[in-house]
């Protein structure tokens, strides 16, 4: 599998220049991060592994799948994992296509049943230390329902960060969207549409669930205090995008992004 940019690619990344010997995104046009085959562009990240280790086959390509499985745990254990893509990104519209399948893994936590999610403006995952259970980012959380009670997807989580809601700075981790509940292993598809450091929303089958603005880091959090450069400025304007593993199994058959103008 190939390994992330450098650092300092990452940065030519993010002001457009192209990534040599790779496909890039084109703005305007839909691009497909996974290309159906393999994970080529993509590496792991899992909890107590070093970067590029895909503990137990994690994630996997199978009939034209981008699998998550725990099939090769013992225990869960703890080993949140995160799939990142080689590139990271700062304006765009990312459209996912998920669905929950099969039983969560033994020792998994309770929270987790059915969860899962996309990390975006996320940290490099090279600065992620090995013990780390979550990128600094923004979470786009995916909830399935458990045959019964309500349970929104499209969520809002927070791990080291902080967002802006209705002019107000919102410090609580996880924040409810208002889409309906998504029971059973059927197919959802999950859009996001990214402006940098401004306005960001989730929308679920099409439906805009979740708005907020100034993504940011959260300076009381130990993780993400080495990423502040200025901390008079605390916006996060872009970065990676990555798949969990959070111990219940789940398929994605297409993740793809449409890049936009700077404005």
Same mark, same amino acid.
């Given at each position: 599998?190939?390994?992330?940019?450098?650092?300092?690619?990452?940065?030519?990344?993010?002001?457009?220049?192209?990534?040599?010997?790779?496909?890039?995104?084109?703005?305007?046009?839909?691009?497909?991060?996974?290309?159906?085959?393999?994970?080529?562009?993509?590496?792991?990240?899992?909890?107590?592994?070093?970067?590029?280790?895909?503990?137990?086959?994690?994630?996997?390509?199978?009939?034209?799948?981008?699998?998550?499985?725990?099939?090769?745990?013992?225990?869960?254990?703890?080993?949140?994992?995160?799939?990142?893509?080689?590139?990271?990104?700062?304006?765009?519209?990312?459209?996912?296509?998920?669905?929950?399948? *099969?039983?969560?893994?033994?020792?998994?936590? *309770?929270?987790?049943?059915?969860?899962?999610?996309?990390?975006?403006?996320?940290?490099?995952?090279?600065?992620?230390?090995?013990?780390?259970?979550?990128?600094?980012?923004?979470?786009?959380?995916?909830? *399935?329902?458990?045959?019964?009670?309500?349970?929104?997807?499209?969520?809002?989580?927070?791990?080291?960060?902080?967002?802006?809601?209705?002019?107000?700075?919102?410090?609580?981790?996880?924040?409810?969207?208002?889409?309906?509940?998504?029971?059973?292993?059927?197919?959802?598809?999950?859009?996001?549409?990214?402006?940098?450091?401004?306005?960001?929303?989730?929308?679920?089958?099409?439906?805009?669930?979740?708005?907020?603005?100034?993504?940011?880091?959260?300076?009381?959090?130990?993780?993400?205090?080495?990423?502040?450069?200025?901390?008079?400025?605390?916006?996060?304007?872009?970065?990676?995008?990555?798949?969990?593993?959070?111990?219940?199994?789940?398929?994605?058959?297409?993740?793809?992004?449409?890049?936009?103008?700077?404005?």
């Amino acid at each position: 599998m190939r390994q992330l940019l450098a650092p300092a690619a990452l940065v030519l990344c993010f002001l457009g220049a192209p990534v040599r010997g790779q496909d890039t995104p084109k703005p305007g046009e839909w691009f497909q991060l996974f290309n159906g085959k393999d994970l080529t562009g993509w590496t792991p990240k899992i909890r107590t592994f070093a970067l590029g280790d895909n503990y137990k086959n994690t994630f996997r390509v199978e009939d034209g799948l981008l699998k998550v499985r725990y099939d090769g745990y013992d225990q869960f254990d703890s080993r949140f994992g995160h799939l990142f893509y080689q590139q990271p990104f700062s304006h765009y519209t990312l459209r996912i296509e998920y669905r929950f399948v *099969g039983d969560q893994a033994k020792g998994g936590p *309770g929270w987790a049943i059915r969860n899962s999610g996309v990390m975006i403006h996320g940290q490099d995952p090279a600065t992620i230390s090995k013990d780390q259970e979550f990128p600094v980012s923004i979470e786009v959380q995916f909830l *399935g329902g458990d045959g019964k009670n309500p349970r929104p997807t499209g969520n809002l989580c927070t791990p080291g960060t902080h967002v802006v809601m209705k002019d107000k700075l919102v410090k609580t981790h996880c924040i409810d969207s208002t889409s309906a509940t998504q029971h059973g292993e059927q197919w959802v598809t999950a859009e996001i549409v990214v402006k940098g450091a401004g306005r960001i929303e989730h929308k679920i089958n099409g439906k805009s669930v979740i708005s907020y603005e100034k993504p940011q880091y959260d300076p009381g959090d130990k993780t993400a205090q080495p990423l502040i450069k200025d901390p008079k400025n605390l916006l996060i304007e872009g970065g990676t995008l990555s798949l969990q593993s959070e111990s219940h199994p789940l398929d994605f058959r297409k993740v793809e992004i449409m890049v936009h103008p700077r404005p």
